[in-house]
């Protein structure tokens, strides 16, 4: 009986030793500096795709417009034209109507995939415009009408409508059979367009509710400029 007493006080006083060197390990542990989890595998590297992507997109690229261009380029007209005259120059179905029949005659600013500017033509076969010219496209003829030039509302007052416009109109001279380019504008306008290289050739016979038009002429006469004229 005495043996087995003494071998549990031994068990005993063993076991009180162990706490008390476990109670002196966690509290050296824990005076030591704050330890980082780590891991032995190498770590994957999480790719955001939207970065990836705008990093293969061209930061500014001229192209012409398609059909799938459509709804953001009538975003943009709708905001530019609706705010001052209420009215836009060309309607959706229009805009999908020209960019169908004639997209070589159409030029898109984008900037990371996101289209900040654009104009749109057709062909004309006459020597002024008409009402009939607002919607129709005449091929293989030597006019180029230009319905439009816009840019987004983000993008304005920083001269990318002269350059659209000087970039579009040497893209032009480079089209066989083109000859000039025909558009109207308000009188507002007018000093833009001259600047630019256009002529006024008088007051237009389009007409639109309180508004009136002058009608501006370029000739494609085929010299390319040797620099763009940077005050338009």
Known sequence: MRSERKKRRRLQ?????????????????SALPVLKPFSLKTPVRVVNTLRQRRHTLPASEFRNLTPQDAISVFEIEREAFISVSGECPLTLKEVLNFLGQCPELSLG???????????????????????????????????????????????RQQGKGSILLWRYLQYLRCVLGLHRALLICEDFLVPFYLNAGFKEKGPSTISIPNMQFQEMEYVLNGRMYAQRNSGC
């Open 13 to 29: 006083e063993r076991q009180k030793g162990w706490k008390r060197k476990i109670g002196i390990m966690t509290e050296q542990v």
């Open 109 to 155: 600013w984008f900037e990371e995939g996101q289209l900040v500017a654009f104009i749109i033509g057709s062909g004309w076969d006459k020597e002024r415009l008409s009402q009939e010219a607002m919607t129709q496209h005449i091929p293989d003829n030597s006019t180029v009408h230009i319905h439009v030039l816009s840019v987004h509302r983000h993008c």
